[in-house]
C-alpha cells in the first residue's frame, strides 16, 4: 500500500515553469513505477510521463516532450515533474500515480497504475 500527496501546482504565466512533486508513503517507494497524468476540464485523463523503479527509464506524451522531465529521488521517496516553457493547454488538474513493478518499465495508461494522489492544480495563463 502506498500514499501519494501532490504538491507544487499553481498559477503561472505562459512560458514559466513549475516543479511538481509526489510524496509516497511507504518503505518500497523503490518497487513502484511513477506516472504523472493530467485532466483538464470535460476531457479524459491523459499519460504526461512515467519513471522506471530505477529511474533508469522514462517516456513523455508527444504534447510535453522537451519541455516537461521526469526524476524520483527514492532515498526521499518523491517524484518530480518539472514543467518548462508551459503553454496554456497544459492547464489541468496533475495527478501521480504508482504501479508495483520490478521489470525497469515505465507505463503510460491510467488502468496500469493501482494508486493515485489527489491532485493538483495548473493554471498557465495567456
Known amino acids: 500500500q502506498v500514499q501519494l500527496v501532490e504538491s507544487g501546482g499553481g498559477l503561472v504565466q505562459a512560458g514559466g515553469s513549475l516543479r511538481l512533486s509526489c510524496a509516497a508513503s511507504g518503505r518500497t517507494f523503490s518497487s513502484y513505477a511513477m506516472g504523472w497524468f493530467r485532466q483538464a476540464p470535460g476531457k479524459e485523463r491523459e499519460f504526461v510521463a512515467g519513471i522506471s523503479w530505477s529511474g533508469g527509464s522514462t517516456g513523455y506524451a508527444d504534447s510535453v516532450k522537451g519541455r516537461f522531465t521526469i526524476s524520483r529521488d527514492n532515498a526521499k521517496n518523491t517524484v518530480y515533474l518539472q514543467m518548462n516553457s508551459l503553454k496554456p493547454e497544459d492547464t489541468a488538474v496533475y495527478y501521480c500515480?504508482?504501479?508495483?513493478?520490478?521489470?525497469?518499465?515505465?507505463?503510460?495508461?491510467?488502468?496500469?497504475?493501482?494508486?493515485w494522489g489527489q491532485g493538483t492544480q495548473v493554471t498557465v495563463s495567456s
Open positions: 500515480a504508482a504501479r508495483r513493478e520490478g521489470w525497469g518499465n515505465y507505463y503510460s495508461r491510467p488502468h496500469e497504475y493501482g494508486y
